[in-house]
């Protein structure tokens, strides 16, 4: 049951990020912007001033790294809108730096292996379907080597269907080690 509440944390989290609300003043318009769906990275000095570095991740311009600088920042909240805790006058401390997060990695190959589990089941299974097909023709027709082919056909897209499980158990595996970095984390 934990494992399926860090997993669901997971999704949520990728699907949500982190939110920051700043200061965004053009000339004589005081303005507040708000950036949702970004992940914190962490205080870096640009140009002698601090600055908060956030990537902002984007399907059609891909990954990008924006500054703000730290004097017109006014909240920065995680996933779960708690507050970040950073400290833009001592760039070097610790809590400045990148958080660690799942292994987005882990992540991602856990869902090459479900995909990959899912292309060779419905290959196993209509091997196994043409087997059966050719079995029952050869049984209406009376071909016993038509049988044999058919049984054998079937039999192999069984087999495909039963080695396809281990895409599945690597798939659990990867969620698994991710899920216990996320634990180790709290």
Not at 27 to 54: A, C, Q
Not at 67 to 82: A, H, P, T, W
Not at 124 to 131: D, T, Y
């Amino acid at each position: 049951m934990i494992r399926r509440l860090i997993i669901l944390l997971l999704i949520v989290g990728c699907v949500f990020g982190d939110t920051i609300v700043y200061n965004n003043d053009f000339l004589i318009f005081k303005r507040t912007k708000i950036l949702n769906k970004v992940d914190y990275i962490g205080i870096e000095e640009f140009k002698g001033k601090p600055v908060v570095k956030i990537l902002i991740q984007s399907g059609i311009l891909g990954n990008q790294y924006t500054f703000i600088s730290c004097d017109k920042i006014i909240e920065l909240k995680n996933y779960n809108g708690e507050p970040i805790d950073y400290d833009c006058i001592n760039i070097n401390n610790p809590i400045n730096s990148f958080p660690q997060k799942v292994d987005i990695n882990k992540l991602k190959q856990a869902g090459n292996h479900l995909v990959q589990f899912r292309k060779d089941y419905y290959t196993g299974f209509m091997v196994s379907m043409l087997g059966s097909v050719a079995s029952l023709y050869g049984a209406s027709e009376n071909k016993s080597d038509i049988i044999i082919i058919g049984g054998a056909t079937s039999l192999l897209g069984g087999i495909l269907m039963l080695i396809s499980f281990d895409s599945a158990g690597e798939a659990g595996e990867d969620l698994i080690d991710a899920g216990e970095k996320l634990e180790t984390e709290d």
